[in-house]
């Protein structure tokens, strides 16, 4: 049976208590709180927008679309049960 991996303790010559070998969070010092940053927002809505442009939508949607009556209960009530849980 493995050990689980413990955090690595290494002391920094600039700070006073140990830290752990964990990296912080990349976006730490942007001030961008929540998911993402605004330079991944403005990728996505590139990308989106030429995704668009393109024509594929239709067929992309055709292709997501339920392919048999029981997807088509479970995408439904899968809906039904997000909208119980939605703030109104």
């Known amino acids: 049976m493995e ?6 303790k290494t ?4 700070d ?5 070998g964990i990296a912080p969070p ?8 929540g998911e993402g940053d605004y330079a991944s927002a ?5 990308a989106e927008k030429e995704f668009v442009a ?11 679309a339920p392919k048999t009556e029981a997807e088509q209960q479970d995408l439904l009530k899968a ?5 119980r ?4």
Request: glycine residues 6%.
């Open 3 to 8: 050990q689980p991996l413990k955090p690595i």
């Open 11 to 14: 002391e920094r010559a600039n």
């Open 16 to 20: 006073a208590e140990p830290k752990t």
């Open 26 to 33: 990349a976006n730490k010092t942007s001030g961008v709180q």
């Open 42 to 46: 403005r990728k996505f809505d590139e």
């Open 54 to 64: 393109s024509g594929k939508v239709p067929a992309a949607a055709k292709a997501a």
């Open 79 to 83: 809906e039904e049960a997000g909208k």
């Open 85 to 88: 849980r939605a703030r109104k």
